[in-house]
T-cell receptor
């Protein structure tokens, strides 16, 4: 089967660093996406990983280990506007490669 | 470049009615995917279209259907609405290629009474 796991909710303090984990079991793997979704809004693209390692984009970084079926999103210097849900999605290979497999999302709460 | 647009943004219907939602993708994007999102739930995949063909379908009943036109615009239809169909319906477009990043529209919020 296809499965993606993320923590349901996390809390962090403004100015701190937080790591949101994502583990996946899918039929093949072509890449992993991270999206941010503010309450009541549409998801917006953050990052894409296909090779092992860390991809850095400003305050946000995303890491992938294909052998472990594991990724994380690292948010530094947290700001109140980072309060949102963070969605992990995988592109499997084979016949289902037109369909992203989505995790349920991690709701991140930032406290002052 | 204009983003993905969806109409209408909000809709109130009663049980048993049907509804049609529209999605216009980013110019040049030929793939359109539809999702249902309910509070506390992840994105539930409905279907994906490319070149007017449905390439993949999620696990939704036949009451949910869609189509894509030659200009890549897409519509989805829900017939015989049920209370449980109340949700945010999101459309996402992507370019076909090695990395098919999906870009989402603002969604249509459907309330079934």
């Amino acid at each position: 089967g296809q499965n993606i796991d993320q923590p349901t909710e996390m809390t962090a303090t403004e100015g701190a660093i937080v790591q949101i984990n994502c583990t996946y079991q899918t039929s093949g793997f072509n890449g992993l996406f991270w999206y941010q979704q503010h309450a009541g809004e549409a998801p917006t693209f953050l990052s894409y990983n296909v090779l092992d390692g860390l991809e850095e984009k400003g305050r946000f970084s995303s890491f992938l280990s294909r052998s472990k079926g594991y990724s994380y999103l690292l948010l530094k210097e947290l700001q109140m506007k980072d309060s949102a849900s963070y969605l992990c999605a995988v592109t499997p290979s084979g016949d289902s490669n037109y369909q992203l497999i989505w995790g349920a999302g991690t709701k991140l709460i930032i406290k002052p | 470049k204009a983003g993905v647009t969806q109409t209408p943004r909000y809709l109130i219907k009663t049980r048993g009615q049907q509804v049609t939602l529209s999605c216009s993708p980013i110019s040049g994007h030929r793939s359109v995917s539809w999702y249902q999102q309910t509070p506390g739930q992840g994105l539930q995949f409905l279907f994906e279209y490319f070149s007017e063909t449905q390439r993949n379908k999620g696990n939704f009943p036949g009451r949910f259907s869609g189509r894509q036109f030659s200009n890549s615009r897409s519509e989805m239809n829900v017939s015989t609405l049920e209370l449980g169909d109340s949700a945010l319906y999101l459309c996402a477009s992507s370019q076909v290629g090695l990395i098919e990043t999906q870009y989402f529209g603002p969604g249509t919020r459907l309330l079934v009474l």
